[in-house]
């Protein structure tokens, strides 16, 4: 049974705009495309040398590449398979396959997890994604120029600090989101994404290789790859796997929309073990670049969120050229977020096109004002509310704003219960023939993705859930 071909075909196409019925992705390069577009994003190279700055390095880093490869990629698998098997929206996707298995409704929740997970997850994003619209600017018009590292932290304490700065900003980043959704064009800038992707990756090997005469190489890559446990903490745990569902963007069905349009004959482990790879590749050279800067200039590894926005300016600042590649730079990282605020906001839309019969303008502008309001709450608890903890009284997020409680709260709880669902739905409600009839793989590699979908994953999630409540 093909995507297109199942139930209802008169379901309205989204992913490339069309109201006509679902097509599907025409290759596996453009399913790869979308995909990677999706997982490629500030989770690379914002959040991933920060958290790996603030959890210690190597240990954290060794668990979070553990839970790409035992929880990550099958999850990711798994949700592909769901979405090309059911060939629908993943709120219908999931009833339909329950439905067809003999099994309740109750399994659209997961696609509700997943709403709730978008909009809580883009509010915030946006503000991130709006600092790095700030910072073209700021590169374009050579304020990095040969700035110490005082200086470089003042222009970022300067931006934080101005709250109607930030919201212009975050309103900027939305708009360019939302501009896209409501179109329904995305076609266009996935076919982008080919070429600014790897002019990212360039620029990251640009700013390595320029690191590396600092001296600082044995230090950073000590950092980063020798593993030393005494400064992997309980939460550190929770916080890897927690990235490794953000940075791939699972557990809230994104993958399982993109699945429902790829064809019957391309293999689903393939490509997600190369979207997962280009994923982690990403992260890893972001990282290296990162802590080249932050150990050749004595800063501090656990600076926290701002940690990109102190560091890489730092080394533009200094190199032939640092004002065009900053600049550059800037510009591509809006791109690889762009890409993904897209993929958080387009399952929201689709489920409102679907459930509540709005059309796409309409949906795109509630969903939109809905995520812009409540990325002011992340504006403010940068500034205003900076000290205010609201839930201070609980082991563990004591010195949490707002905003680190939004972070906290979607990518460490809700992302990791969303694929939990997803690997027992996948695991232990879909038949087995099913199963091998959509992944067609080898008999062994089968079983090895069954078994690590059934018992591996399941178990991990919740034993780093359980071990951190404890
Ligand atoms: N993966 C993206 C990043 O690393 C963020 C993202 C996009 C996401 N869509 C998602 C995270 C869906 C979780 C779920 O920047």
């Known amino acids: 049974m093909s995507a297109n071909s199942s139930g209802s075909a008169t379901y309205s196409g989204t992913l490339d705009g069309s109201n006509a019925k679902r097509g599907l992705w025409s290759s ?11 997982a490629v994003g500030l989770g690379n190279i914002w959040k991933f ?19 790409i490869a035992v929880v990550g990629i099958p999850i990711m698998m798994a949700e592909v398979m769901i979405g090309r098997r059911g060939g629908h929206s993943p709120v219908n996707s999931l009833r339909l396959i329950a439905a067809r298995e003999g099994l309740k409704p109750v399994w659209r929740m997961i696609g509700a997890v997943g709403v709730l997970a978008g909009f809580l997850i883009l509010s915030f994003y946006s503000v991130i994604g709006g600092w790095a619209v700030s910072y073209v600017g700021t590169a374009a018009s050579g304020q990095f120029a040969g700035q110490s590292a005082e200086a470089i932290g003042a222009i970022f304490s300067g931006l934080l600090s101005d709250p109607a700065a930030l919201l212009l900003w975050h309103s900027v980043f939305l708009a360019l989101v939302m501009v896209v959704v409501a179109r329904g064009v995305r076609s266009g800038l996935e076919r982008a994404v080919s070429i600014l992707m790897p002019a990212l990756f360039v620029l990251l090997l640009i700013v390595v290789g320029y690191a590396m005469t600092s001296g600082s190489f044995g230090r950073a890559a000590a950092f980063l790859f020798q593993p030393d446990f005494s400064k992997l903490t309980t939460s550190g745990i929770l916080v890897a796997l927690g990235h490794a569902f953000f940075t791939l963007s699972l557990g809230m069905a994104v993958m399982m929309a993109y699945g429902s349009y790829l064809p019957k004959n391309i293999s689903i482990a393939k490509t997600s073990i190369t979207v997962s790879v280009i994923d982690t590749g990403v992260a890893l050279l972001a990282g290296l670049a990162i802590f ?28 032939p050229m640092g004002s065009l590649f900053g600049t550059l730079f800037f510009v591509l990282l809006i791109f690889a977020a762009w890409t993904s605020g897209i993929s958080l906001l387009e399952p929201i839309v689709e489920w409102l096109e679907e459930q509540k019969g709005m059309n796409r303008t309409v949906s795109t502008l509630g969903a939109g004002v809905v995520c812009w309001a409540l990325g002011i709450v992340s504006i403010l608890s940068l500034n205003l509310w900076a000290d205010f903890a609201p839930l201070g009284f609980v082991p563990m997020l004591e010195d949490k704003t707002i905003f680190d409680l939004l972070d906290f709260f979607t990518a460490n709880i809700l992302l990791p219960l969303g694929g939990f669902l997803v690997a027992v739905f996948a695991g232990w409600v879909m038949s087995r023939q099913a199963l091998e009839n959509e992944l067609s793989l080898s008999a062994p590699m089968f079983r090895l993705w069954y078994v690590t979908i059934r018992f591996i994953t399941p178990v991990a999630v919740a034993a780093v859930f359980l071990y951190n409540l404890a």
């Not at 596996?28 to 999706?38: C, D, E, H």
């Not at 040398?49 to 839970?67: D, K, M, Q, S, W």
């Not at 800067?293 to 940690?307: D, K, Q, T």
């Open 28 to 38: 596996r390069l453009a399913f790869i495309l979308a995909a990677t577009g999706s």
């Open 49 to 67: 040398p920060y958290v790996t700055g603030e959890n210690g390095g190597g240990a954290f880093v060794l668990i979070y590449l553990v839970c």
């Open 292 to 319: 080249l800067i932050v150990f050749a200039n004595g800063l501090e590894p656990g600076a926290g969120p701002g940690l990109i926005f102190q560091t890489l300016p730092l080394a533009f600042g200094q190199m």
